[in-house]
């Protein structure tokens, strides 16, 4: 399956008492659905993935794999701050019927670019999925920059990358390499209609769990590149994208998730938005059934 268009990174819903919540679950895939995503992840930073136990990992990925049916891409979170483990991640991915994995760089660890480039060629070539790099600084610690990229986007097997750097020199750069069956995807909700107008493939969402429709119908202006109207869907957008960078991912989209019915909250260290944010989150909430009315798919 290519990787292209609106990809939605997962909150992942929990129940009061902290136990996954299966039947909010399955409405948020089937939200994804009738907005017109065209791919998931799993289980990545907005999943909190660190937060998830093994079997709890398992549950997810094979749910929204039997749920969705081959309808888009299942991408799913495997990134560990080794490479051993990082292979097998990858492989209980595909063992749970993901169709790519989404690779973060080592975090915590800061390896080289040149340990970057054997990471990623070894995770390629022993865990059994197409590769998506996920470059995301702010998180990792470490910069996979856009010369280790080109070593590593002609291999077969590393078919795109999430590039949550939003600099356009960075997009520039990543867009001069890219070659056929290479996906250039942009991972940052707020200069993503930027990126897409100036040539990246598709974006990586986090405001899309709640909003899958305005965000395809943005993902789908730009992509045509048709600047007016993208920028104008942007614009209109633009609270949230302000608004989900409140607290840390995924704080606030789960605010308002949970205004929508799904799931009660996160796991510590995360902490539920804070009480000088709720009437923002509240005036939000009420503007969603608008906004995907609007942008029906």
Same mark, same amino acid.
Not at 91 to 112: K, M
Not at 126 to 144: A, E, F
Not at 163 to 190: C, N, P, Q, T, W
């Given at each position: 399956?290519?990787?292209?268009?609106?990809?939605?990174?997962?909150?992942?819903?929990?129940?009061?008492?902290?136990?996954?919540?299966?039947?909010?679950?399955?409405?948020?895939?089937?939200?994804?659905?009738?907005?017109?995503?065209?791919?998931?992840? %799993?289980?990545?930073?907005?999943?909190?993935?660190?937060?998830?136990?093994?079997?709890?990992?398992?549950?997810?990925?094979?749910?929204?794999?039997?749920?969705?049916?081959?309808?888009?891409?299942?991408?799913?979170?495997?990134?560990?701050?080794?490479?051993?483990?990082?292979?097998?991640?990858?492989?209980?991915?595909?063992?749970?019927?993901?169709?790519?994995?989404? %690779?973060?760089?080592?975090?915590?660890?800061?390896?080289?670019?040149?340990?970057?480039?054997?990471?990623?060629?070894?995770?390629?070539?022993?865990?059994?999925?197409?590769? %998506?790099?996920?470059?995301?600084?702010?998180?990792?610690?470490?910069?996979?920059?856009?010369?280790?990229?080109?070593?590593?986007?002609?291999?077969?097997?590393?078919?795109?990358?999430?590039?949550?750097?939003?600099?356009?020199?960075?997009?520039?750069?990543?867009?001069?390499?890219?070659?056929?069956?290479?996906?250039?995807?942009?991972?940052?909700?707020?200069?993503?209609?930027?990126?897409?107008?100036?040539?990246?493939?598709?974006?990586?969402?986090?405001?899309?769990?709640?909003?899958?429709?305005?965000?395809?119908?943005?993902?789908?202006?730009?992509?045509?590149?048709?600047?007016?109207?993208?920028?104008?869907?942007?614009?209109?957008?633009?609270?949230?994208?302000?608004?989900?960078?409140?607290?840390?991912?995924?704080?606030?989209?789960?605010?308002?998730?949970?205004?929508?019915?799904?799931?009660?909250?996160?796991?510590?260290?995360?902490?539920?938005?804070?009480?000088?944010?709720?009437?923002?989150?509240?005036?939000?909430?009420?503007?969603?059934?608008?906004?995907?009315?609007?942008?029906?798919?």
């Amino acid at each position: 399956m290519s990787i292209s268009g609106l990809i939605t990174a997962l909150a992942t819903p929990f129940l009061a008492d902290g136990a996954l919540d299966t039947e909010g679950w399955q409405r948020l895939l089937a939200l994804q659905v009738a907005g017109g995503a065209q791919g998931v992840v %799993v289980a990545g930073s907005t999943g909190e993935a660190a937060m998830l136990a093994d079997a709890e990992y398992d549950s997810l990925l094979r749910a929204a794999v039997d749920f969705l049916g081959g309808r888009m891409p299942v991408l799913a979170g495997t990134g560990q701050s080794g490479t051993a483990g990082t292979i097998e991640a990858t492989r209980r991915a595909a063992r749970n019927g993901a169709t790519h994995a989404l %690779v973060v760089p080592p975090p915590y660890v800061r390896p080289t670019q040149e340990g970057l480039h054997r990471h990623y060629l070894a995770v390629a070539e022993q865990g059994g999925l197409p590769v %998506v790099l996920y470059n995301v600084p702010s998180r990792t610690g470490c910069d996979l920059l856009p010369d280790t990229v080109a070593q590593l986007a002609s291999h077969p097997n590393i078919v795109g990358i999430k590039e949550a750097v939003s600099d356009m020199a960075r997009l520039k750069a990543l867009l001069e390499l890219r070659g056929e069956g290479f996906a250039i995807l942009a991972g940052d909700d707020a200069s993503a209609a930027r990126a897409m107008l100036a040539g990246a493939d598709g974006m990586v969402s986090v405001g899309s769990n709640v909003l899958p429709g305005a965000f395809r119908t943005m993902c789908d202006l730009a992509r045509a590149g048709n600047h007016d109207a993208a920028e104008a869907w942007d614009a209109r957008l633009q609270p949230y994208h302000d608004f989900f960078t409140l607290e840390s991912n995924p704080i606030p989209v789960k605010a308002l998730l949970q205004r929508l019915g799904i799931g009660h909250g996160l796991r510590l260290p995360l902490l539920p938005l804070s009480a000088s944010h709720h009437a923002a989150a509240d005036h939000l909430a009420a503007d969603v059934g608008a906004l995907e009315e609007l942008s029906s798919h």
